[in-house]
């Protein structure tokens, strides 16, 4: 699936494409355009809709500076459930109104979770000028959220990327804070000393990326520093490692995206509804086709019975016709066909008193095992031909012998060998005026 990744900043709006499935992930377009008076972000977005091609779920990452958090401990782990307490749980220990604010839920560990929140006017706002634009995103969330999906970064690390320092713990986020201006070092140690002083137990390391990792070389920094190294086997995507710590962040936003694990923060009224439109739009469609399709198929149906009906009317008026022709004495006749039938069978009976199957039960029980089959019977009156294949010359005649009561004359016609040493033969003759 592809994923149109949009991250808003003041002055810069990065756009990254990827195709991600299960087994493999592509870059397919990628860029960065500065935001000014003469270039604003409505004219930015449209831009990028007017080189947009295809159908990619898109998602908006606002600025981290818009969302707050706080660590929560529930006794289950289901996150459904955890959702659902969630309003009740902030309710009465933040400022705001719950009803007045988008949420979001970051597993930590056993049985605690990083509760997130931002205001439903803040995430409305921030639509708009991409609605306006042409790109309504599906998702909107944040880059922090998804920075345990980075690359090759560590389980456990402080990871620093842009303005955004965030603590990973067994590879899951416990902690995020967005700075408005330039991360520097005595932000970083600061930060890492208020969260030491909360009784916050410290990451090993910090992890720097993108424009982070020119802190590399400062001395003040309390924990080692490492800069996020771009895994070899995604040297096909990023070409290099500049492009690497352009996008890795972004990257890691579509793989949650994908995964399931990006929060999502419209909500409520500001739920993503385009694509339910599109998909009645559909429906509705499919459902006009199909009862147009099942009325051509009753209307076919319709023409066909008509026309059956047309021809059994006209076979029953010839039946009738040729029944007044065989018994022109005769009156209307309930069953023509079944009248005509009986008097057949009166006629055939009176020729051979046994009847027809009475005289092939007699054959196949004179054949015997030397007879290998008889694959022909003709009878005409009492004339009757049979042709079979054996075992044997010695075989034919034996049936031939077997038979002779039921025949009043009877001969021996042409018998031909096959290479299989057996043998094809034809016989003739006249039954016997009472068969037995």
Same mark, same amino acid.
């Given at each position: 699936?592809?994923?149109?990744?949009?991250?808003?900043?003041?002055?810069?709006?990065?756009?990254?494409?990827?195709?991600?499935?299960?087994?493999?992930?592509?870059?397919?377009?990628?860029?960065?355009?500065?935001?000014?008076?003469?270039?604003?972000?409505?004219?930015?977005?449209?831009?990028?809709?007017?080189?947009?091609?295809?159908?990619?779920?898109?998602?908006?990452?606002?600025?981290?500076?818009?969302? *707050?958090?706080?660590t929560i401990t529930l006794p289950f782990n289901d996150v459904r459930k955890v959702k659902a307490v969630l309003p009740s749980q902030l309710q009465g220990d933040i400022a705001l109104p719950v009803e007045e604010l988008a949420l979001g839920i970051l597993p930590e560990e056993e049985g605690a979770f990083l509760a997130l929140?931002?205001?439903?006017?803040?995430?409305?706002?921030?639509?708009?000028?991409?609605?306006?634009?042409?790109?309504?995103?599906?998702?909107v969330s944040s880059l922090p959220f998804a920075l345990a999906d980075l690359p090759g970064v560590p389980r456990d690390c402080a990871v620093c990327a842009g303005n955004t320092l965030a603590i990973i713990k067994a590879g899951r986020l416990t902690y995020f804070r967005a700075f408005t201006s330039v991360l520097t070092a005595p932000l970083i140690a600061a930060t890492l000393s208020a969260i030491e002083l909360s009784a916050g137990a410290l990451p090993p390391q910090i992890c720097l990326t993108g424009t982070c990792r020119g802190l590399a070389d400062a001395h003040t920094l309390p924990l080692p520093v490492v800069e996020l190294?771009?895994?070899?086997?995604? @040297?096909?995507?990023? +070409?290099? *490692?500049?492009?690497?710590?352009?996008? *890795? @962040?972004?990257?890691?936003?579509?793989?949650?995206?994908?995964?399931?694990?990006?929060?999502?923060?419209?909500?409520?009224?500001? *739920?993503?509804t385009a694509g339910d439109a599109r998909l009645r739009r559909k429906l509705l469609l499919t459902g006009v086709l199909t009862a147009v399709i099942i009325l051509l198929l009753f209307t076919n149906k319709g023409f066909q019975y008509r026309v059956a009906?047309?021809?059994?009317?006209?076979?029953?008026?010839?039946?009738?016709?040729?029944?007044?022709?065989?018994?022109? $004495?005769?009156?209307?006749?309930?069953?023509?066909?079944?009248?005509?039938? @009986?008097?057949?069978?009166?006629? @055939?009976?009176?020729?051979?008193?046994?009847?027809?199957?009475?005289?092939? +039960? +007699?054959?196949?029980? $004179?054949?015997g095992n030397s007879i290998n089959s008889l694959y022909e019977a003709e009878l005409e009156g009492r004339s009757l031909r049979i042709k079979g294949d054996a075992s044997s010359v010695q075989a034919v005649n034996e049936f031939k012998a077997a038979i002779a009561p039921l025949m009043a004359v009877s001969e021996l016609g042409e018998v031909k060998s096959r290479p299989d040493g057996t043998v094809t033969f034809r016989i003739t003759g006249t039954l016997k005026e009472v068969a037995k």
């Open positions: 699936m592809d994923y149109l990744i949009l991250q808003a900043e003041e002055k810069l709006l990065t756009v990254a494409r990827f195709g991600v499935s299960r087994r493999s992930a592509e870059l397919i377009a990628a860029a960065s355009i500065v935001l000014n008076e003469e270039r604003p972000l409505a004219d930015a977005v449209r831009n990028v809709a007017e080189n947009l091609t295809g159908s990619p779920r898109v998602v908006l990452c606002l600025t981290p500076a818009l969302f *707050a958090q706080r929140w931002t205001r439903k006017s803040d995430i409305g706002a921030a639509i708009i000028p991409f609605r306006e634009g042409g790109i309504e995103p599906q998702v190294e771009m895994p070899p086997e995604l @040297g096909h995507l990023f +070409k290099n *490692a500049e492009t690497f710590h352009q996008l *890795a @962040g972004l990257y890691a936003v579509a793989q949650a995206c994908h995964a399931g694990t990006l929060p999502d923060f419209r909500q409520g009224e500001l *739920a993503w009906a047309a021809d059994i009317a006209s076979l029953n008026k010839s039946i009738e016709s040729i029944y007044h022709e065989i018994f022109p $004495a005769r009156g209307k006749a309930v069953d023509e066909i079944s009248e005509i039938k @009986g008097e057949m069978r009166k006629m @055939g009976g009176a020729e051979i008193s046994g009847g027809y199957l009475d005289i092939l +039960k +007699k054959l196949a029980e $004179a054949k």
